[in-house]
């Protein structure tokens, strides 16, 4: 295949990675620890919702697709996050529940990657966060039949304003009931990778494996640390 001629030289795009690096004394036995420490970290460099992951999902037939979802809750049973339940990701973690997970934290050259299996959350679960929601988000989960085809913006205004008449947007006009169509799924990890860019290309990658299933389910439970070769 000939190289396309780009406007943008690309090929020149490239910084050094240079901030941190990250050695097997760094982390703890426990990816959950580490996974907050980071967190913590990018919290604190100052970097923009440092929960946004990139969540990959695929058919039964392996047919790929992936977005940016918010982690919601990461705790030892996993990583969690909320969506619509009809929407495309929803549909392939029903057909195949298995999911993979990129926190992008680029500021500090980082990444961490997870794999695992997908389960749904009770509705109990769905219900706590629903309702902890600004309302005009719980009713935008309702006005929007995520991943649809519609036929213009107007469509999901003219919803979200029929909507507003129908349950108004103050605490005093009452409960808002979660859309049956709107839940959360959780991604009991068995591997988690933590990246950190080096220079030269010679980058940090430190990976946990379960070796148990007890230990997607119990941070006391047993990982495996390996070094991967960048
Ligand atoms: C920063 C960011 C955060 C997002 N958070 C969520 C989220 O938590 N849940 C969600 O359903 N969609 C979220 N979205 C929208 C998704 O990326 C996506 O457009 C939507 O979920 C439909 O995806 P699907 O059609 O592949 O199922 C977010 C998008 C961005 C850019």
Same mark, same amino acid.
Not at 141 to 161: L, N, P, T
């Given at each position: 295949?000939?190289?396309?001629?780009?406007?943008?030289?690309?090929?020149?795009? &490239?910084?050094?990675?240079? &901030?941190?690096?990250?050695?097997?004394?760094?982390?703890?036995?426990?990816?959950?620890?580490?996974?907050?420490?980071?967190?913590?970290?990018?919290?604190?460099? #100052?970097? /923009?919702?440092?929960?946004?992951? *990139?969540?990959?999902?695929?058919?039964?037939?392996?047919?790929?697709?992936? +977005?940016?979802?918010?982690?919601?809750?990461?705790?030892? $049973?996993?990583?969690?996050?909320f969506t619509n339940l009809n929407s495309?990701k929803s549909q392939?973690?029903v057909?195949?529940?298995?999911?993979?997970?990129?926190?992008?934290?680029?500021?500090?050259?980082?990444? *961490?990657?997870?794999?695992?299996?997908?389960?749904l959350?009770?509705r109990?679960?769905v219900?706590?966060?629903f309702?902890?929601?600004? +309302?005009?988000?719980q009713?935008g989960a309702w006005a929007s039949e995520q991943s649809s085809?519609?036929?213009?913006?107007?469509? *999901?205004?003219?919803r979200?304003?029929?909507?507003?008449?129908?349950?108004?947007?103050?605490?005093?006009?009452?409960?808002?009931p979660v859309p049956p169509h709107w839940g959360g799924?959780?991604?009991?990890? $068995?591997?988690? /990778?933590?990246?950190? #860019? &080096?220079?030269?290309?010679?980058?940090? +990658?430190?990976?946990?494996?379960?070796?148990?299933?007890?230990? +997607?389910?119990?941070?006391?439970?047993?990982?495996?640390?390996? &070094?991967?070769?960048?």
């Amino acid at each position: 295949m000939s190289t396309p001629t780009s406007s943008v030289n690309l090929h020149d795009a &490239r910084i050094t990675y240079d &901030r941190a690096s990250l050695a097997e004394s760094d982390l703890t036995d426990d990816p959950l620890t580490c996974f907050h420490s980071w967190f913590q970290e990018l919290t604190d460099a #100052g970097l /923009e919702e440092p929960n946004a992951m *990139v969540l990959a999902t695929a058919d039964a037939s392996g047919v790929v697709s992936s +977005r940016t979802v918010l982690l919601k809750e990461a705790n030892e $049973h996993g990583f969690v996050f909320f969506t619509n339940l009809n929407s495309l990701k929803s549909q392939q973690l029903v057909s195949n529940p298995r999911a993979s997970c990129t926190f992008p934290w680029y500021l500090m050259h980082r990444q *961490v990657n997870i794999i695992g299996d997908v389960h749904l959350l009770s509705r109990a679960d769905v219900e706590g966060y629903f309702h902890s929601r600004p +309302r005009a988000s719980q009713l935008g989960a309702w006005a929007s039949e995520q991943s649809s085809v519609i036929a213009s913006r107007a469509v *999901v205004e003219g919803r979200f304003d029929d909507l507003v008449k129908q349950y108004g947007l103050t605490e005093a006009d009452g409960t808002i009931p979660v859309p049956p169509h709107w839940g959360g799924w959780l991604i009991a990890p $068995h591997s988690i /990778e933590f990246w950190q #860019g &080096r220079p030269s290309r010679l980058h940090d +990658r430190l990976r946990f494996t379960a070796t148990s299933a007890q230990a +997607r389910t119990n941070d006391r439970g047993d990982w495996e640390l390996q &070094r991967l070769a960048p």
